[in-house]
């Protein structure tokens, strides 16, 4: 009897007949048939502690029993879901989908297979089900009350605040209480109740569906989430844990990560007997060996683990299940073990591309059920938001729905995905799929193209890899119905909003966040953006080169807001907790900054509101009018900032108050350097308190492109004019406290990089340049890091010490100095001679152009010594050196990039540090920067989306990226606290690519150092430019022509 062919499906593209399951087997393969015979009956543990009995042949693969529970939920994704039990060892393992289940549960009414959560991405947004979201925030509640996710007290308390919000809706205080009271959600939780109880009370009308998605957002931040340890030894013997998660192994001592193996630095996993054996890719910067060995405790501990890292590898990396391996005629040799199942790029493509029917299901413990959409509906006005329920019970389901996942959709009833957005969304092009695993007595060799990200990459990271799928949007119904859509999600969908919405954008830490139904990870704000659907944002968007000016407002907006909260949320939160800051210091510096805070908030809001506007998303039936400008907008907050001058006049005085208050109190120095070592404090913490001052030279310059920009005849001339000049009436009254400031600043910063000095910083001091030249000496030359101020020039060494800062070894006072070339006289190329009264010094620099730079700067500084009253008296202090501890500087690796992933010894941890300093980048650059190069990076700020690839990629990542301080700061969203990596460009080349390097699309920009190449695109020409503008400003010195007019400001 022939075969009826079907139309393709989702599930039958990926190989899954009718009735039988969703598979992955090649074409014209059948997938083995469920044996006939005698059933037994298995008790499963669901994540809501329920126990449900399910009845299997006895020769049936562990596969049917997994299928049957989700089957059982009608879980579309239960691919990210296990099933555990203990074996006749008493060894906890996973049910393996391809072994006769007899044969692995030995007495299977004598056991509990637990249903769990096996693989744990990277991203909670590529969730696509509410169900399975629900099923995460369960395991999350498990893994809390097990004492297997540990994090501090505030993490959770506030796991804790949602779990309570799902489960009994709004804050009651009585409720609460009494709840919490019958409720043990971690041990010691007693202490925590009253944190919970104030968290609670943020979460006000927040759904179970969102507060799943909040609490997964805050879990998935914690070092623990989704970690479960597996107890080893070293070589050396030391006690440690491995694990094991979608970036790769990891090593914990205790419970803190110590070390990790990411997958494209894995070219080999094996096991022999006890010993697990991890084969590195060759890596010349590495300093730990070709092959590391761990010893566990058995072989069965040792095999379990390396199953267990073969499927994480499997599903997170391939982009199908590997083929199975020919059975050898006579001997075989390793283990046959293979991953089974659906990865992680199958498993959203069909969730992404499958029409599923709509499933109820209701919450223990909760007081609403949610309706979680299988498949793409029209779109209606609220028509997803979730109904109240009274009842209280474990998952039920309605009787006789199909299941999805032993279904596929019938012959020619396939539904098309529809989104929000008119562009369509695919994934990124794959060229090729990746050879599957071949495993040797337990091995894995990741595919070849897997390791160019991180050997590419050795400075950014890997926040988004461009090589994995893009999360399709989850179909959550409309999105601009919801209740608590923000204007910012708005944005994102490209879509009109509705006029009865108020756009309100959620910035500030003590504000509700956005629902996680359109969370900022699925929409403009992060995440990987195909080309065809970028082209088509980009066509929708207003063309008028006032239209980006204003967004570089709001932009750089953003950023000034999360700058002020390291202030008023972040320190202020640290200092209130400890006393080491005096009263006086704390009513100086914290009520001058809330008021701040406060207003820019709103001014955020509003600048928002009327892109909003203006993009014709709030408005389409209007076109031009009084929407297209932002001048009135500027104009009443700059005059709104004029009543906030007494605030701005203090900040300087704080910025004297906190460093005198350090210099006296050893506590109050640890206090702040412990703070500036924490992520969200990503500059030196003193910048942070001049943030204010430098705002207003960028609204300064913003202003004056909108005046250039617009004629004397349009609309918005007048009132930017008029902004225009009272902005620039406060620049000029507090131009003169403002250039005070920043030398004071900077020289407070170089005195934490020095050691040797106990009066860096004094009256008449000014910082002019520091950088790297090499000094002539009987050993020949030697690396040095020069400083120079108005009255002396240090050179130092770099120390051997933790902190790696920097050694005085002499000073040059430059009353009577004299300098000249010597290239010929010493035959060193780009040589200079420095004649002191007491000494004379050889210096080389690194090319011709660095010889001048700093041939200008010094000859300018010994005209204005020799005008000055005389020799000043020797700084160099004759007592030892401080011996105050010092703000822990990073020990710079080879090219200074900040890995926030760089792999050490299994036992090293790397230390902590502050971000790379000027000093340390200076030195292995090989060049120099100047105060006038700092002024110029002050008025250079900009903050914006940029798609970013690599040199040897594919796909472009979307990243929120922030330009301050010579260094391109990388956020996954413009809402993140803190950065994900740092990419410092002094000594990059700031290139168009060439015809050769096939970057075939409009305003790409590229940066390249030595072997490190990264290519930029930019949205619009304006912004482009803009960006090509601010960078340049980092990677070459300014014009001689604009460092006189600096000079001159500065009075050196």
Same mark, same amino acid.
């Given at each position: 009897?022939?075969?009826?062919?079907?139309?393709?499906?989702?599930?039958?593209?990926?190989?899954?007949?009718?009735?039988?399951?969703?598979?992955?087997?090649?074409?014209?393969?059948?997938?083995?048939?469920?044996?006939?015979?005698?059933?037994?009956?298995?008790?499963?543990?669901?994540?809501?502690?329920?126990?449900?009995?399910?009845?299997?042949?006895?020769?049936?693969?562990?596969?049917?029993?997994?299928?049957?529970?989700?089957?059982?939920?009608?879980?579309?994704?239960?691919?990210?879901?296990?099933?555990?039990?203990?074996?006749?060892?008493? /060894?906890?393992? !996973?049910?393996?989908?391809?072994?006769?289940?007899?044969?692995?549960?030995?007495?299977?009414?004598?056991?509990?297979?637990?249903?769990?959560?096996?693989?744990?991405?990277?991203?909670?947004?590529?969730?696509?089900?509410?169900?399975?979201?629900?099923?995460?925030?369960?395991?999350?509640?498990?893994?809390?009350?097990?004492?297997?996710?540990?994090?501090?007290?505030?993490?959770?308390?506030?796991?804790?605040?949602?779990?309570?919000?799902?489960?009994?809706?709004?804050?009651?205080?009585?409720?609460?209480?009494?709840?919490?009271?019958?409720?043990?959600?971690?041990?010691?939780?007693?202490?925590?109740?009253?944190?919970?109880?104030?968290?609670?009370?943020?979460?006000?009308?927040?759904?179970?569906?969102?507060?799943?998605?909040?609490?997964?957002?805050?879990?998935?931040?914690?070092?623990?989430?989704?970690?479960?340890?597996?107890?080893?030894?070293?070589? +050396?013997?030391?006690?440690?844990?491995?694990?094991? &998660?979608?970036?790769?192994?990891?090593?914990?001592?205790?419970?803190?990560?110590?070390?990790?193996?990411?997958?494209?630095?894995?070219?080999?996993?094996?096991?022999?007997?006890?010993?697990?054996?991890?084969?590195?890719?060759?890596?010349?910067?590495?300093?730990?060996?070709?092959?590391?060995?761990?010893?566990?405790?058995?072989?069965?501990?040792?095999?379990?683990? !390396?199953?267990?890292?073969?499927?994480?590898?499997?599903?997170?990396?391939?982009?199908? +299940?590997?083929?199975?391996?020919?059975?050898?005629?006579?001997?075989?040799?390793?283990?046959?073990?293979?991953?089974?199942?659906?990865?992680?790029?199958?498993?959203?493509?069909?969730?992404?591309?499958?029409?599923?029917? *709509?499933?109820?299901?209701?919450?223990?413990?909760?007081?609403?059920?949610?309706?979680?959409?299988?498949?793409?509906?029209?779109?209606?006005?609220?028509?997803?938001?979730?109904?109240?329920?009274?009842?209280?019970?474990?998952?039920?389901?309605?009787?006789?729905?199909?299941?999805?996942?032993?279904?596929?959709?019938?012959?020619?009833?396939?539904?098309?995905?529809?989104?929000?957005?008119?562009?369509?969304?695919?994934?990124?092009?794959?060229?090729?799929?990746?050879?599957?695993?071949?495993?040797?007595?337990?091995?894995?060799?990741?595919?070849?193209?897997?390791?160019?990200?991180?050997?590419?990459?050795?400075?950014?990271?890997?926040?988004?890899?461009?090589?994995?799928?893009?999360?399709?949007?989850?179909?959550?119904?409309?999105?601009?119905?919801?209740?608590?859509?923000?204007?910012?999600?708005?944005?994102?969908?490209?879509?009109?909003?509705?006029?009865?919405?108020?756009?309100?954008?959620?910035?500030?830490?003590?504000?509700?966040?956005?629902?996680?139904? /359109?969370?900022?990870?699925?929409?403009?704000?992060?995440?990987?953006?195909?080309?065809?659907?970028?082209?088509?944002?980009?066509?929708?968007?207003?063309?008028?080169?006032?239209?980006?000016?204003?967004?570089?407002?709001?932009?750089?907006?953003?950023?000034?807001?999360?700058?002020?909260?390291?202030?008023?949320?972040?320190? %202020?939160?640290?200092?209130?907790?400890?006393?080491?800051?005096?009263?006086?210091?704390?009513?100086?510096?914290?009520?001058?900054?809330?008021?701040?805070?406060?207003?820019?908030?709103?001014?955020?809001?509003?600048?928002?509101?009327?892109?909003?506007?203006?993009?014709?998303?709030?408005?389409?039936?209007?076109?031009?009018?009084?929407?297209?400008?932002?001048?009135?907008?500027?104009?009443?907050?700059?005059?709104?900032? *004029?009543?906030?001058?007494?605030?701005?006049?203090?900040?300087?005085?704080?910025?004297?108050?906190?460093?005198?208050?350090?210099?006296?109190?050893?506590?109050?120095?640890?206090?702040?350097?412990?703070?500036?070592?924490?992520?969200?404090?990503?500059?030196?913490?003193?910048?942070?308190?001049?943030?204010?001052?430098?705002?207003?030279?960028?609204?300064?310059?913003?202003?004056?492109?909108?005046?250039?920009?617009?004629?004397?005849?349009?609309?918005?001339?007048?009132?930017?004019?008029?902004?225009?000049?009272?902005?620039?009436?406060?620049?000029?009254?507090?131009?003169?406290?403002?250039? *005070?400031?920043?030398?004071?600043?900077?020289? %407070?910063?170089?005195?934490?990089?020095?050691?040797?000095?106990?009066?860096?910083?004094?009256?008449?001091?000014?910082?002019?340049?520091?950088?790297?030249?090499?000094?002539?000496?009987?050993?020949?030359?030697?690396?040095?890091?020069?400083?120079?101020?108005?009255?002396?020039?240090?050179?130092?060494?770099?120390?051997?010490?933790?902190?790696?800062?920097?050694?005085?070894?002499?000073?040059?006072?430059?009353?009577?100095?004299?300098?000249?070339?010597?290239?010929?006289?010493?035959?060193?190329?780009?040589?200079?001679?420095?004649?002191?009264?007491?000494?004379?010094? /050889?210096?080389?620099?690194?090319?011709?152009?660095?010889?001048?730079?700093?041939?200008?700067?010094?000859?300018?500084?010994?005209?204005?010594?020799?005008?000055?009253?005389?020799?000043?008296?020797?700084?160099? &202090?004759?007592?030892?050196?401080?011996?105050?501890?010092?703000?822990?500087?990073?020990?710079?690796?080879?090219?200074?990039?900040?890995?926030?992933?760089?792999?050490?010894?299994?036992?090293?941890?790397? &230390?902590?540090?502050?971000?790379?300093?000027?000093?340390?980048?200076?030195?292995?650059?090989?060049?120099?920067?100047?105060?006038?190069?700092?002024?110029?990076?002050?008025?250079?700020?900009?903050?914006?989306?940029?798609?970013?690839?690599?040199?040897?990629?594919?796909?472009?990542?979307?990243?929120?990226?922030?330009?301050?301080?010579?260094?391109?700061?990388?956020?996954?969203?413009?809402?993140?606290?803190?950065?994900?990596?740092?990419?410092?460009?002094?000594?990059?080349?700031?290139?168009?690519?060439?015809?050769?390097?096939?970057?075939?699309?409009?305003?790409?920009?590229?940066?390249?150092? *030595?072997?490190?190449?990264?290519?930029?695109?930019?949205?619009?020409?304006?912004?482009?430019?803009?960006?090509?503008?601010?960078?340049?400003?980092?990677?070459?010195?300014?014009?001689?022509?604009?460092?006189?007019?600096?000079?001159?400001?500065?009075?050196?």
């Amino acid at each position: 009897m022939g075969e009826i062919e079907q139309k393709p499906t989702p599930g039958s593209r990926l190989g899954a007949p009718e009735n039988s399951g969703i598979s992955t087997l090649e074409r014209g393969q059948k997938p083995p048939p469920t044996p006939s015979g005698k059933l037994m009956s298995i008790k499963i543990q669901m994540l809501d502690d329920t126990q449900e009995a399910f009845e299997v042949p006895q020769r049936a693969p562990g596969k049917v029993l997994l299928d049957a529970v989700c089957n059982h939920l009608n879980l579309v994704e239960g691919d990210y879901f296990g099933l555990e039990f203990p074996d006749h060892k008493k /060894i906890t393992v !996973w049910l393996d989908l391809l072994k006769p289940i007899v044969k692995q549960i030995r007495r299977p009414k004598h056991v509990v297979v637990k249903f769990v959560v096996k693989f744990f991405p990277p991203d909670h947004t590529q969730l696509q089900e509410e169900l399975t979201r629900y099923l995460f925030a369960l395991q999350v509640k498990q893994d809390l009350a097990q004492g297997r996710l540990t994090c501090n007290s505030t993490s959770a308390a506030l796991l804790i605040s949602h779990i309570v919000q799902s489960e009994i809706g709004d804050f009651d205080e009585a409720l609460d209480r009494e709840h919490l009271a019958k409720n043990k959600y971690i041990p010691q939780q007693d202490a925590l109740e009253d944190k919970i109880v104030e968290f609670h009370h943020n979460h006000m009308g927040q759904t179970p569906a969102e507060s799943d998605f909040q609490l997964l957002e805050v879990a998935r931040r914690l070092e623990m989430y989704g970690i479960r340890l597996h107890p080893a030894k070293d070589r +050396e013997g030391t006690k440690i844990n491995l694990a094991v &998660a979608n970036t790769g192994i990891l090593v914990f001592q205790g419970f803190t990560k110590i070390n990790a193996f990411n997958w494209a630095k894995v070219r080999k996993l094996s096991f022999k007997r006890k010993r697990f054996l991890i084969k590195l890719r060759p890596d010349a910067n590495s300093s730990y060996q070709d092959t590391l060995e761990f010893l566990m405790a058995s072989r069965d501990f040792c095999k379990s683990f !390396w199953k267990i890292c073969v499927e994480h590898h499997a599903f997170f990396r391939l982009f199908e +299940e590997p083929k199975p391996k020919p059975k050898p005629v006579l001997f075989s040799r390793g283990s046959s073990f293979r991953f089974s199942g659906r990865t992680q790029k199958q498993v959203l493509d069909y969730v992404k591309e499958g029409g599923h029917k *709509k499933v109820q299901f209701e919450r223990k413990h909760s007081k609403i059920h949610s309706i979680r959409s299988l498949g793409p509906q029209p779109t209606e006005p609220n028509s997803e938001v979730p109904k109240q329920s009274p009842k209280n019970s474990s998952l039920i389901f309605r009787e006789g729905t199909e299941s999805p996942r032993g279904q596929g959709c019938p012959p020619g009833k396939e539904l098309k995905v529809s989104t929000e957005e008119p562009g369509p969304r695919r994934s990124p092009a794959l060229n090729e799929s990746p050879p599957g695993i071949k495993p040797a007595d337990g091995d894995i060799p990741p595919p070849p193209e897997e390791q160019e990200e991180e050997e590419e990459d050795p400075g950014i990271g890997d926040p988004v890899p461009p090589s994995r799928p893009q999360p399709p949007q989850p179909s959550t119904g409309s999105l601009t119905g919801s209740p608590h859509l923000s204007e910012l999600s708005i944005n994102s969908q490209g879509g009109a909003a509705p006029t009865n919405v108020t756009l309100s954008p959620n910035l500030s830490p003590d504000t509700k966040q956005a629902s996680p139904l /359109i969370s900022p990870l699925l929409n403009d704000q992060a995440g990987p953006r195909t080309d065809d659907e970028e082209e088509g944002r980009r066509k929708r968007f207003p063309t008028d080169k006032a239209y980006f000016i204003a967004k570089e407002v709001s932009t750089t907006e953003r950023t000034y807001l999360k700058d002020l909260e390291v202030i008023t949320s972040w320190f %202020h939160s640290t200092a209130s907790k400890e006393d080491s800051m005096p009263e006086t210091l704390k009513s100086l510096i914290f009520p001058n900054f809330e008021p701040l805070h406060k207003f820019h908030t709103n001014f955020l809001k509003e600048i928002e509101q009327r892109l909003a506007l203006w993009e014709g998303r709030s408005n389409a039936h209007l076109r031009g009018g009084d929407y297209q400008r932002i001048g009135d907008v500027m104009l009443k907050n700059v005059q709104g900032m *004029k009543h906030l001058a007494a605030h701005l006049w203090k900040h300087s005085e704080a910025l004297e108050a906190l460093e005198t208050a350090i210099r006296g109190s050893r506590r109050l120095e640890h206090f702040c350097r412990d703070f500036e070592l924490q992520k969200v404090c990503y500059l030196p913490l003193n910048t942070f308190l001049l943030r204010p001052l430098h705002r207003l030279m960028h609204y300064k310059q913003v202003l004056e492109r909108l005046c250039k920009h617009h004629p004397p005849n349009h609309a918005d001339f007048r009132d930017c004019r008029a902004a225009l000049a009272e902005v620039t009436e406060m620049v000029a009254q507090l131009h003169e406290t403002m250039i *005070k400031m920043e030398n004071f600043q900077k020289l %407070h910063e170089l005195k934490k990089d020095l050691i040797g000095m106990d009066n860096l910083v004094t009256p008449g001091r000014e910082f002019i340049r520091l950088g790297s030249l090499s000094k002539l000496s009987g050993k020949g030359l030697q690396q040095r890091m020069f400083f120079l101020f108005n009255d002396v020039l240090l050179y130092t060494s770099r120390g051997l010490t933790a902190s790696n800062q920097f050694k005085v070894h002499g000073q040059l006072p430059l009353y009577g100095m004299t300098i000249e070339e010597s290239e010929e006289e010493w035959g060193v190329p780009h040589c200079l001679t420095l004649r002191g009264q007491r000494q004379c010094i /050889i210096v080389a620099a690194s090319s011709r152009s660095e010889m001048e730079k700093w041939m200008e700067d010094i000859q300018m500084a010994i005209d204005l010594a020799e005008k000055s009253s005389g020799p000043t008296p020797d700084f160099l &202090a004759s007592s030892p050196p401080d011996n105050k501890s010092p703000d822990e500087a990073p020990a710079a690796d080879q090219e200074s990039e900040d890995d926030l992933s760089a792999s050490r010894t299994s036992l090293e941890r790397q &230390a902590p540090h502050r971000g790379n300093t000027m000093v340390h980048v200076c030195w292995h650059r090989n060049t120099s920067v100047s105060m006038v190069d700092f002024s110029v990076a002050v008025e250079n700020q900009l903050s914006g989306n940029l798609l970013r690839k690599f040199k040897n990629s594919n796909g472009w990542q979307k990243l929120w990226v922030v330009f301050t301080n010579f260094c391109l700061f990388f956020y996954k969203s413009h809402q993140d606290n803190h950065p994900l990596a740092s990419l410092p460009l002094l000594g990059y080349s700031l290139t168009i690519p060439s015809e050769s390097e096939n970057i075939h699309k409009d305003y790409v920009f590229k940066l390249h150092f *030595k072997s490190h190449v990264y290519y930029f695109r930019a949205e619009s020409e304006y912004t482009f430019e803009r960006w090509m503008e601010v960078i340049r400003s980092a990677t070459s010195s300014a014009p001689r022509a604009h460092s006189l007019s600096h000079k001159d400001a500065h009075v050196y």
